[in-house]
Nanobody, 126 residues
């Protein structure tokens, strides 16, 4: 069992930055990969970024490459999403998720993740 709690969302102007955090508890944090997903109103959930248990394998959606950075601190049981140069189209509810299957690569399909947080809202004004 894993519990995930996101924080750090808010309202920001276009071009601004936010850092999301996701605190995990339960199973040993450094044994599983973590991902960030987002869902805008009326849209399907989409992959944003993922990081392997060691931090050595990272993937980003094309829409956020060069602007967002995923990282993790295994000592703090926390994964982060640094979001820079935010755009109005980044407005969404952001979720973190845990993939408990031990893999050598990270996955982008939401269905592969086993536990999800409740989400944190990010709103970018133009």
């Amino acid at each position: 069992q894993v519990q995930l709690v996101e924080s750090g969302g808010g309202l920001v102007q276009a071009g601004g930055s936010l850092r999301l955090s996701c605190a995990a508890s339960g199973r040993t944090f450094n044994s599983y990969a973590m991902g960030w997903f987002r869902q805008a109103p009326g849209e399907e959930r989409e992959f944003v970024a993922a990081i392997s248990w060691s931090g050595g394998n990272i993937k980003y959606a094309d829409s956020v490459k060069g602007r967002f950075t995923i990282s993790r601190d295994n000592a703090k049981n926390t994964v982060y999403l640094q979001m820079n140069s935010l755009k109005p189209e980044d407005t969404a509810l952001y979720y973190c998720a845990a993939d408990l299957i031990f893999r050598t690569v990270v996955v982008v399909k939401g269905g592969s993740y086993d536990y999800w947080g409740q989400g944190t809202q990010v709103t970018v004004s133009s």
